[in-house]
């Protein structure tokens, strides 16, 4: 069975970090790039960030870019996201999703770790 | 990248169909084949319904249809029941990334 758990979500100042993983199992994580989309409490979904199968290719959204770090450990099959110099509209549940290689959708989400961002 | 625009509430009866519409840019939607639908309940993750504008994933009920005409895609939900009341999400590939419609809530009458 295909799992994505995340964790590492949780209250941080504004301006502070936060780690958030991806752990995945029930695929061959190598054969996946993997992205992160969060959703605002109330609102919409919006695309944050991705990495490519081997790592080797990196695309962060204009509203994360300098401040957000994705990584992975195809070893220990799970996904990063490096979280810096949070900002109150950074508030959200982050979900770890999963593309096969070549295709354009995200067959398998996360079920979300919230990130709250207050004083 | 702005999102994709949709109407934000759609309704119908039990056995009805509905319509939601994604309008995008010749950047996004229109520039690929490469549309996708998701269904979320309240509190859950997002679900693949349909992906590259009107494939199926296995398990995803034929009620469930994809279109798209110029820089417009359609998700129709033909019959509908009352586990299909939640939102749902459109997405384009808008290369090298991805944009997410503003959602449409799905209301079973």
């Known amino acids: 069975e295909v799992q994505l758990v995340e964790s590492g979500g949780g209250l941080v100042q504004p301006g502070g970090s936060l780690r958030l993983s991806c752990a995945a199992s029930?695929?061959?994580?190598?054969?996946?790039?993997m992205h992160w989309v969060r959703q605002a409490p109330g609102k919409g979904l919006e695309y944050v960030s991705a990495i490519s199968s081997n790592g080797g290719s990196t695309y962060y959204a204009n509203s994360v870019k300098g401040r957000f770090t994705i990584s992975r450990d195809n070893s220990k099959n799970t996904l990063y996201l490096q979280m810096g110099s949070l900002r109150a509209e950074d508030m959200a549940v982050y979900y770890c999703?999963?593309?096969?290689?070549?295709?354009?959708?995200?067959?398998?989400w996360g079920q979300g770790t919230l990130v709250t961002v207050s004083s | 990248q702005s999102a994709l625009t949709q109407p934000p509430s759609a309704s119908g009866s039990p056995g009805q169909s509905v319509t939601i519409s994604c309008t995008g840019t010749?950047?996004?939607?229109?520039?690929?084949?490469?549309v996708s639908w998701y269904q979320q309940h309240p509190g859950k993750a997002p679900k693949l319904m349909i992906y590259e504008v009107s494939k199926r994933p296995s398990g995803v009920p034929d009620r469930f249809s994809g279109s798209k005409s110029g820089n417009t895609a359609s998700l129709t939900v033909s019959g509908l029941q009352a586990e299909d009341e939640a939102d749902y999400y459109c997405?384009?590939?808008?290369?090298?990334?991805?944009?997410f419609g503003t959602g449409t809530k799905v209301t079973v009458l």
């Open positions: 029930g695929f061959t994580f190598s054969s996946y790039a």
């Open positions: 999703a999963r593309a096969r290689i070549g295709t354009t959708y995200f067959d398998y």
């Open positions: 997405s384009s590939y808008a290369g090298p990334s991805y944009v």
């Open positions: 010749s950047s996004d939607v229109g520039g690929y084949n490469y």
